[in-house]
DNA sequence: CTGAAAGCGCTTACAG
DNA sequence: CTGAAAGCGCTTACAG
């Protein structure tokens, strides 16, 4: 192995130079400089990571904490940060929290600031608030934190619950359906213990009877109880069926849960969007390939990474200064992505992931 | 932040009888393992993990290459990978290589030893050949080898491409299918340049024909080239049919791929499995809850997890003792899914994710 | 079984 | 702008 003192050796100045020039700072004068770069690309150096992590307290890694990578809007998410974080030289720890609230906070308190410079969190039962208990002060950013909007404690990335589910349920009216369910609205279903918080089950569905109250839609009906999970979906659709089917369309809280009612429905023999539309949420991709395909608000992953990494490195580039900045809440972009579930074969034009 | 020395102090023993009696050493008195294990317990002590790898040369962290995580099947290995590592006390450095080869060439060089202990690739484009010559000494585990199998130079864990498609093509045969195409053979469409090496197509493509041939039946005309992506399934399917649609089934490679030619049969209005019988390979979920629900060579993606970090561990336990064992090759279990795109509706019972 | 000493390979003040 | 010294927090021989 090839250690720092060999190239400063090779290049003819001290360690403590050929480590602020191969950091590319600029206090080094620019012609030591290539000496050292090029002695160590002829040596073939590498810098030992948990060496500069030691003495610098910085490694360069974060940590995403996701209930499954299975799914797949946590595996989008995952692919767009480790990507965006790659992009910057840096690494991503993925660790799976199997929706269990225990493991998510010993999963969190078990991170060693030395080894991890910012925790990244899908958390699926914590709050913010929680977190930041067991989390020692290291570098938090939440995705659709499960806190109560007004105390959060940490940065945040919110997918567009309000927004987007308004544009999903304008969007059916202007299809015409005027007796639209909202399926895994709050509260859940007492089938199985949900997968997920209250905070984001509860935000999307006050969205949406917002919006059924604005178009001067029954909201009273509307809601129809299901866990954000196609399993649960795909019941929850049988269910609706024995019950005989009172919708004309049906606006699911997420995919997940929508592509279980499609396949629900279509066991049924229901037509869609013939007998009844369906809309999801996360724009994910199944959605783009199943028949039908999945009307949905697509949400802007990719956006998504981006902030999320910039707003870890304002937390970094900031630690220590001041007391505590104002915790920040983005809201991301999204597209409504108008398929074959409410519009039919005809309207919709061809599309696939 | 509290250090070894700290903790020692408090229980009174030096900070090499603590940091043994941490570890579980065997030599530690129970007596004084107690004494220490209390007092790091009282101080919330955890241990400075860049340390202790820049110490011990053990960082406990492993990387994954991956193409892409968007992906089913890469997202199902990395979840089983993450959480079997994470039993062990072990972390999951996820890098995404977008398919690319030179991508793949870079991020294997850029892992210095030092801050991960080894390697798992889903390598689509470098043998294992390619990946040693700058791996640098780093154990590495392959999941599906590109290398030719005679010269394989690393451990390697695989689908198991013969069984699984000979299983698939029996069972078509079993729901008297005569004129079997076999979707994603080698060699590749020249629509876009193929994702995946060769080995792996070959692999699967050559074990086709032979079974087609064991069993009787043409597998002159039987090749459909497609590249193994939903997207170039659809397409595939679309071509096919233009072309008149000459078979009764279609095995095709894996499961994207099988996808993507469902949704286009779909598209043209070919009824599955009355026209034509489809199977995958690989066992991802929305092959569930699609409709129809596709047969599929599931993958026994656990076992894959625990076997791939039990080698890995082997070679860790291993490094340095004798030249260098012989590379080992596993190939992993599989089932076969009957659904309903190869027996209907009414053959296959319910069955989702 | 335990402890004192050395040192893993860097980066960080600080002196010049 | 550069270098000599110190030290990040552990674990590893080694002596007792």
Redesign the pocket.
């Known amino acids: 192995?090839?250690?720092?003192?060999e190239v400063?050796q090779a290049a003819?100045?001290?360690?403590?130079?050929?480590?602020?020039?191969?950091?590319g700072m600029?206090?080094?004068?620019p012609?030591?400089?290539k000496k050292v770069t090029q002695a160590a690309e002829r040596l073939h150096?590498?810098?030992?990571l948990p060496?500069?992590a030691?003495?610098?307290?910085?490694s360069g890694i974060f940590t995403l904490i996701v209930p499954d990578l299975e799914n797949a809007f946590y595996a989008r998410l995952a692919n767009s940060l480790a990507t965006e974080l790659d992009n910057r030289d840096l690494r991503l720890i993925i660790q799976v929290s199997q929706f269990n609230k225990d493991k998510e906070l010993s999963q969190v308190s078990e991170l060693t600031s030395?080894m991890c410079d910012g925790l990244f969190i899908c958390s699926t039962h914590n709050s913010g608030r929680e977190i930041g208990r067991v989390s020692h002060g290291l570098p938090v950013l939440l995705f659709d934190d499960m806190s109560t909007q007004e105390n959060t404690c940490f940065d945040s990335i919110e997918t567009p619950s309000r927004e987007g589910i308004g544009a999903a349920i304008r969007h059916l009216y202007d299809c015409g359906r005027r007796r639209i369910g909202i399926v895994g609205g709050f509260p859940p279903s007492n089938r199985t213990p949900p997968t997920l918080g209250v905070t984001l089950r509860e935000n999307r569905y006050k969205q949406a009877l917002a919006t059924l109250d604005q178009l001067g839609l029954d909201s009273g009906q509307a809601l129809v109880p299901s866990d954000w999970t196609t399993r649960e979906g795909r019941l929850t659709a049988h269910h609706l069926v024995e019950d005989g089917l009172g919708f004309d369309a049906l606006c699911c809280m997420n995919d997940s849960l929508a592509l279980g009612i499609l396949r629900g429905l279509a066991e049924c023999g229901i037509q869609v969007p013939g007998q009844v539309a369906v809309t999801g949420f996360d724009g994910i991709a199944p959605g783009g390939y199943i028949t039908p395909t999945l009307t949905t608000v697509a949400v802007d992953f990719t956006s998504m990474a981006v902030m999320a990494v910039s707003m870890m490195e304002d937390q970094l580039g900031g630690r220590g200064r001041q007391s505590r900045p104002m915790p920040r809440r983005i809201i991301v972009g999204y597209r409504l992505l108008k398929r074959e579930s409410t519009v039919g074969r005809s309207a919709a034009g061809p599309d696939i992931i």
Chains 1, 2 share one sequence.
Request: aromatic share 2%; net charge positive; hydrophobic share 40%.
């Open positions: 192995m090839v250690t720092l003192r400063a003819g100045v001290s360690p403590s130079t050929a480590s602020a020039a191969l950091r600029d206090i080094v004068k012609q030591t400089r150096y590498r810098a030992n060496a500069r030691l003495r610098s307290g910085r030395s």
